[in-house]
C-alpha cells in the first residue's frame, strides 16, 4: 500500500494499492503497443501536442500547487512557478526537437553518410518527490518528442502528483498508454528495469538509490541517466558584492524548503568578508516566514517527511558536537508535521556532517577560507558536483574559476545555480552522470545512428 501524508499535520490523505506482477507487466505491454505508433509519426504530429500539455499544465497551475503542498508541503507559491517551468521545458522541445534529431551528414567516403537519431522504446523514469512535476516534465518532454514511450515511477509519497502529470499528457492528446504511472514500492523497480521492453532508465535521486539503479540496468546493458545528490559550494571572495550575494545565497539555500539537489548547502567565506557575511546571512535568514504552505506569505514549509526531517536534525546535532557553532535555528518546533526552521552553522569543519554531506534541508554551513585559492581546494573537497557558484565583482576573474577551477556540472558566476530547459543539466562523481535538457539531454534516449551509402 502505498500513503500520501500531509507533512504539516502527518495526516494520511490517501492510500494507493500497489499494481500486481500482472498488472505491471500488462502497462509495459500496452506502452510499448503505444510506442510502436507513435515512433511512426513525424514532429509535426508531436509538436502540437506537446504545446498543448503546456497549455494543460498552465490550467490547472493552482490545483498541481494545492496538490504538491498537500503532498510534500511545497509552498504554493513555488508550486505554481513549478508547473509554469514545466509548460516552458514542453514549449522549447515542442519549439526545437525537430531541429536537435534531424539528420547530420557527415563527409566520408561514401556517396552518403549521416548520423540519424531514432527512438529507443519504452523508457522508465525513477523519480523523487522534492520537484514532483518539473522532475518528470525535464525528463517526459524531451522523451516523447524524440518519439520514445515513459513509464514513471515517482516517490510513494507523492503518487497524486505522478497521476496528475499522466492525465496531462491524456488531456493533452497523447496517445492513452504512451506515458504511465507504476503505482509501485521501490522493491519492484529492479523487476521493471529487468522487463525486456524497457530499453532505459532515468533516475533523479539519492546516492544510494542512483547506485542500485546502475548495478541493476548495467546488469541487463540498458542505458541510464543519474542525476543524483548535491552538496553545491557558493564561493564568496573578498570582492564579493555582498548586497547581490548574501539574499542570492539565501534564496538558494532556501528553495523548495531547502530540498533542491542545487540548492547552496556549503557557503565558502574568504576570511577577510566572512564576519560581515554572516552577520548579513543571519538577518536575512531570520526574516524567512516558515508556514502553512498554502499560505501565500509562507517562504518555507515543511519538510517533506517527518523521518527526513529527523535525519537532518540528526547531522545539525551532530555538527554543532563536533565544534560546530549554531547561529539561527538548529531546534524542531514542539508541533505536529515535518517542521524545521532556517538554521545557520558555522565554524564548520571537515569531518562534520555540515561539511562532508548533504543536508537536505533548510540548514546552511559557513565554511571559513584563508584567500581564493584556499576556498576553491575547499569547494572542490566534496564527494558531490552537480553545481557551484562563485562571488566576485571581477568577472573575467569568475568566468575563470567557474569554467576552470570548480568541479561541477554547473558552475554560476553571481548567480544562484539553476536549471534552464536551454542548457545541459546534471552533475559530475557521486552527484551523477549524462546530462537532462537542452539538445545533449534528448539525445541521451536516441539511438545515434550511422547510416553509410556507398
Same mark, same amino acid.
Given at each position: 500500500?502505498?500513503?500520501?501524508?500531509?507533512?504539516?499535520? $502527518?495526516?494520511?490523505?490517501?492510500?494507493?494499492?500497489?499494481?500486481?506482477?500482472?498488472?505491471?507487466?500488462?502497462?509495459?505491454?500496452?506502452?510499448?503497443?503505444?510506442?510502436?505508433?507513435?515512433?511512426?509519426?513525424?514532429?509535426?504530429?508531436? /509538436?502540437?501536442?506537446?504545446?498543448? %500539455?503546456?497549455?494543460?499544465?498552465?490550467?490547472?497551475?493552482?490545483?498541481?500547487?494545492?496538490?504538491?503542498?498537500?503532498?510534500?508541503?511545497?509552498?504554493?507559491?513555488?508550486? *505554481?512557478?513549478?508547473?509554469?517551468?514545466?509548460?516552458?521545458?514542453?514549449?522549447?522541445?515542442?519549439?526545437? =526537437?525537430?531541429?536537435f534529431?534531424?539528420?547530420?551528414?557527415?563527409?566520408?567516403d561514401?556517396?552518403?553518410?549521416?548520423?540519424?537519431?531514432?527512438?529507443?522504446?519504452?523508457?522508465?523514469?525513477?523519480?523523487?518527490?522534492?520537484?514532483?512535476?518539473?522532475?518528470?516534465?525535464?525528463?517526459?518532454?524531451?522523451?516523447?518528442?524524440?518519439?520514445?514511450?515513459g @513509464?514513471?515511477?515517482?516517490?510513494?509519497?507523492?503518487?497524486?502528483? %505522478?497521476?496528475?502529470?499522466?492525465?496531462?499528457?491524456?488531456?493533452?492528446?497523447?496517445?492513452?498508454?504512451?506515458?504511465?504511472?507504476?503505482?509501485i514500492?521501490?522493491?519492484?523497480?529492479?523487476?521493471?528495469?529487468?522487463?525486456?521492453?524497457?530499453?532505459?532508465?532515468?533516475?533523479?535521486g539519492?546516492?544510494?538509490?542512483?547506485?542500485? +539503479?546502475?548495478?541493476?540496468a548495467?546488469?541487463?546493458?540498458?542505458?541510464t541517466?543519474?542525476?543524483?545528490?548535491?552538496?553545491?559550494?557558493?564561493?564568496?571572495?573578498?570582492?564579493?558584492?555582498l548586497?547581490?550575494? @548574501?539574499?542570492?545565497?539565501?534564496?538558494?539555500?532556501?528553495?523548495?524548503? #531547502?530540498?533542491?539537489?542545487?540548492?547552496?548547502?556549503?557557503?565558502?567565506?574568504? $576570511?577577510?568578508?566572512?564576519?560581515e557575511?554572516?552577520?548579513?546571512?543571519v $538577518?536575512?535568514?531570520?526574516q524567512?516566514?516558515?508556514g502553512?504552505?498554502?499560505?501565500?506569505?509562507?517562504?518555507?514549509?515543511p519538510?517533506?517527511r517527518?523521518?527526513? *526531517?529527523?535525519?537532518?536534525?540528526?547531522?545539525?546535532?551532530?555538527?554543532?558536537?563536533?565544534?560546530?557553532?549554531?547561529?539561527?535555528? #538548529?531546534?524542531?518546533? #514542539?508541533?505536529? #508535521?515535518a517542521?524545521?526552521?532556517?538554521? @545557520?552553522l /558555522?565554524?564548520?569543519?571537515?569531518?562534520?556532517? /555540515?561539511?562532508?554531506?548533504?543536508?537536505?534541508?533548510?540548514?546552511?554551513?559557513?565554511?571559513?577560507?584563508?584567500?581564493?585559492? $584556499?576556498?576553491?581546494?575547499?569547494?572542490?573537497d566534496?564527494?558531490?558536483?552537480?553545481?557551484?557558484?562563485?562571488?566576485?565583482?571581477?568577472?573575467?576573474?569568475?568566468?575563470h574559476?567557474? =569554467?576552470?577551477?570548480?568541479?561541477?556540472?554547473?558552475?554560476?558566476?553571481?548567480?544562484l545555480?539553476?536549471?534552464?530547459?536551454?542548457?545541459?543539466?546534471?552533475?559530475?562523481?557521486?552527484?551523477?552522470?549524462?546530462?537532462?535538457?537542452?539538445?545533449?539531454?534528448?539525445?541521451?534516449? +536516441?539511438?545515434?545512428?550511422?547510416?553509410?551509402?556507398?
Open positions: 500500500m502505498l500513503q500520501s501524508i500531509n507533512p504539516t499535520n $502527518d495526516e494520511v490523505i490517501r492510500e494507493y494499492e500497489e499494481l500486481t506482477e500482472q498488472e505491471i507487466a500488462s502497462v509495459l505491454q500496452k506502452s510499448q503497443t503505444a510506442f510502436e505508433q507513435w515512433r511512426e509519426t513525424d514532429f509535426s504530429h508531436r /509538436a502540437p501536442l506537446m504545446k498543448k %500539455a503546456a497549455e494543460v499544465l498552465r490550467d490547472h497551475r493552482q490545483e498541481y500547487a494545492e496538490l504538491m503542498a498537500r503532498e510534500m508541503g511545497k509552498p504554493v507559491l513555488g508550486g *505554481r512557478s513549478e508547473v509554469e517551468k514545466c509548460a516552458w521545458v514542453c514549449e522549447y522541445y515542442a519549439e526545437h =526537437a525537430e531541429s534529431l534531424a539528420d547530420q551528414p557527415i563527409e566520408t561514401a556517396s552518403n553518410s549521416f548520423v540519424a537519431f531514432q527512438p529507443l522504446g519504452v523508457v522508465l523514469a525513477v523519480m523523487p518527490w522534492n520537484f514532483p512535476f518539473w522532475q518528470v516534465f525535464r525528463f517526459a518532454a524531451p522523451g516523447l518528442m524524440a518519439g520514445n514511450a @513509464v514513471l515511477k515517482h516517490a510513494s509519497n507523492v503518487t497524486g502528483c %505522478a497521476l496528475a502529470i499522466e492525465e496531462v499528457f491524456r488531456e493533452a492528446g497523447f496517445p492513452e498508454h504512451l506515458f504511465r504511472t507504476l503505482k514500492s521501490s522493491s519492484k523497480v529492479g523487476r521493471v528495469i529487468e522487463h525486456p521492453i524497457v530499453k532505459a532508465v532515468t533516475l533523479t539519492s546516492v544510494p538509490a542512483g547506485k542500485a +539503479v546502475a548495478q541493476k548495467g546488469s541487463v546493458l540498458k542505458k541517466v543519474l542525476e543524483l545528490g548535491g552538496s553545491d559550494p557558493y564561493v564568496i571572495l573578498e570582492d564579493a558584492d548586497d547581490l550575494a @548574501v539574499p542570492t545565497c539565501v534564496n538558494s539555500r532556501l528553495i523548495n524548503s #531547502g530540498q533542491s539537489c542545487i540548492a547552496a548547502k556549503r557557503f565558502i567565506v574568504v $576570511d577577510k568578508v566572512r564576519e557575511f554572516e552577520q548579513r546571512f $538577518d536575512i535568514m531570520e524567512k516566514t516558515m502553512d504552505p498554502m499560505d501565500e506569505g509562507s517562504d518555507i514549509g519538510q517533506a517527518t523521518d527526513l *526531517r529527523d535525519e537532518l536534525h540528526g547531522q545539525v546535532e551532530q555538527s554543532i558536537k563536533q565544534g560546530a557553532q549554531c547561529l539561527l535555528g #538548529g531546534k524542531i518546533p #514542539g508541533q505536529k #508535521g517542521w524545521y526552521p532556517p538554521t @545557520v /558555522a565554524n564548520v569543519k571537515p569531518g562534520m556532517p /555540515a561539511y562532508g554531506e548533504e543536508l537536505f534541508g533548510p540548514v546552511a554551513s559557513i565554511i571559513t577560507a584563508k584567500d581564493e585559492d $584556499d576556498a576553491i581546494r575547499i569547494a572542490n566534496s564527494r558531490f558536483g552537480l553545481g557551484a557558484a562563485v562571488f566576485t565583482r571581477d568577472a573575467e576573474k569568475g568566468t574559476i567557474a =569554467a576552470e577551477k570548480l568541479q561541477a556540472g554547473c558552475c554560476f558566476v553571481n548567480s545555480v539553476k536549471s534552464d530547459p536551454r542548457l545541459p543539466f546534471g552533475g559530475i562523481r557521486e552527484s551523477g552522470y549524462g546530462r537532462e535538457l537542452s539538445h545533449f539531454g534528448i539525445k541521451e534516449f +536516441v539511438n545515434i545512428k550511422t547510416v553509410y551509402v556507398k
